[in-house]
């Protein structure tokens, strides 16, 4: 596991080291995530967009035969409310 020690500069901004974009493809004006864990924040590369996602889920039970009760755009909606609501 790598570590890295940085300082929170005065706008408390933090610089990501060029390791870690370099190995999680974050380039500059790439979205990511802050979330609260157990053991502190964690940053992390932003998520495919959450429709797209839905749709090859949904593609695929679609294949496989099984019923779908929800559409992707209905969830995709509720996923974007809560994102906004969540400053994100």
Do not use: N
Not at 18 to 41: A, I, T
Not at 66 to 78: G, L, M, R, T
């Amino acid at each position: 596991m790598v570590r890295f020690r940085i300082k929170l500069g005065p706008k408390g901004q933090v610089v990501i080291p060029k390791v870690f974009r370099d190995e999680y493809k974050m380039m500059p004006g790439s979205d990511v995530v802050l979330e609260e864990g157990q053991e502190g924040v964690l940053v992390r590369k932003r998520d495919k967009d959450p429709f797209d996602v839905l749709t090859r889920i949904r593609e695929e039970l679609k294949r496989k035969g099984k019923k779908i009760k929800v559409a992707p755009h209905e969830i995709y909606s509720q996923f974007k409310k809560r994102e906004e609501k969540a400053g994100i």
